[in-house]
Each structure stands twice: as structure tokens, then as C-alpha cells.
């Protein structure tokens, strides 16, 4: 929404909350946020991409702030088909990189 002092949107960013729910009968639903430096986006993603062997992405979001240099990512995924099904152990491999706020 831009001000009426610019009337460019592209000049004014407004913050918001964003909601956002799934339903997976039967299945195990997690849902992460994660913040990180915008420098650690290529190791997140290289190892997001190894733990989400046999987990199902369902939905989420993405968002850059360029000023504070920080990404800030929400998804939602299916662990059912997980032999160990515990959210916190993919928590802490996230935790892991360097960047994660």
C-alpha cells in the first residue's frame, strides 16, 4: 500500500502477520518459521533438501526483508512416513547452519 506522499507501492512495505493453516487426515503435520541471514539461504536449502527425504512439503512462505538482511520462511510438512517422526531433531539440524537465527 503506498503513502500518499508515494503513490509507488514498490516504495513502501508494510509488515504482516500471515496466517495459515493445512488438514492431512492421517498424517503427522509440523509446522516451522525459521529466520536466517540471507547468506545462509544455499546452506539452508542443501540441507533442508537431505532432511526432507520421505517427508511431503505441503505449503508455506517466503519472505525477504533486504534492510535487515534476514529471510523468514514458514512450511508446513507431512513426518508420517518417517521412521523417527520427531520434529525436534529436524528442528536442531536446522539449528545447526550457520545463519539460522
Same mark, same amino acid.
Given at each position: 500500500?503506498? &503513502? +500518499?506522499? &508515494? +503513490?509507488? +507501492? $514498490?516504495?513502501?512495505?508494510?509488515?504482516?502477520? $500471515?496466517?495459515? &493453516?493445512?488438514?492431512?487426515? #492421517? #498424517?503427522k503435520?509440523? /509446522?516451522?518459521?525459521?529466520?536466517?541471514?540471507?547468506?545462509? /539461504? +544455499?546452506?539452508? %536449502?542443501k =540441507?533442508?533438501?537431505? *532432511?526432507?527425504?520421505n $517427508? =511431503?512439503?505441503? *505449503? #508455506? %512462505?517466503?519472505?525477504?526483508? @533486504? /534492510?535487515?538482511?534476514?529471510i523468514?520462511?514458514? %512450511?508446513?510438512?507431512? @513426518?508420517?512416513?518417517?521412521? /523417527? &517422526? =520427531?520434529?525436534?531433531?529436524?528442528?536442531?539440524? %536446522?539449528?545447526?547452519?550457520? #545463519? =539460522?537465527?
Amino acid at each position: 500500500m503506498a &503513502s +500518499p506522499r &508515494s +503513490p509507488d +507501492p $514498490i516504495e513502501t512495505c508494510y509488515t504482516k502477520e $500471515i496466517m495459515c &493453516s493445512e488438514n492431512l487426515p #492421517g #498424517g503427522k503435520l509440523v /509446522e516451522f518459521f525459521i529466520r536466517l541471514r540471507r547468506e545462509a /539461504e +544455499p546452506e539452508f %536449502f542443501k =540441507v533442508f533438501k537431505i *532432511s526432507m527425504k520421505n $517427508i =511431503v512439503e505441503l *505449503s #508455506g %512462505f517466503y519472505d525477504a526483508d @533486504i /534492510e535487515k538482511n534476514e529471510i523468514s520462511m514458514g %512450511f508446513f510438512i507431512d @513426518i508420517s512416513h518417517l521412521k /523417527e &517422526s =520427531v520434529p525436534e531433531k529436524i528442528a536442531e539440524e %536446522f539449528k545447526k547452519i550457520e #545463519g =539460522v537465527l
